[in-house]
């Protein structure tokens, strides 16, 4: 395993605990975020919207959209604002922690 490989995989595993810590705050199970497909469906729900946008990821450049609508809502929902948001799109890892592991609460009224 070179230096990239093992890079990669402490970044996937941070990335795992992160958002398996996040579920929790969410009140969700944290081991939904391990399953494929249905982690997706799960974090649609946590940041407010319909299930069925789940079919709007399968689309083209509509996905693209989607995911920063979702991303916005998610940091929403746990207090944060449109920087916060940003921060979440272009430097995920970090600001993926920072929201598992601050003060950050999950309000589903938000």
Known sequence: MDAEQTIGLIVGIVSLIAWWVIFQKA??????????FWNVYQIIQIAGRPG????LLL??????????MITLDIARK????VWFAIGM????????LLLAFGD???DPNA
């Open 27 to 36: 009140g969700r199970p944290g081991w939904y975020s391990i399953i494929p």
């Open 52 to 55: 069925w946008w789940f079919l």
């Open 59 to 68: 689309i083209p450049f509509v996905n693209l959209v989607i995911v920063v």
């Open 78 to 81: 746990f207090g944060k604002g």
């Open 89 to 96: 799109i272009f430097l995920s890892v970090i600001f993926y």
């Open 104 to 106: 950050a609460t999950y």
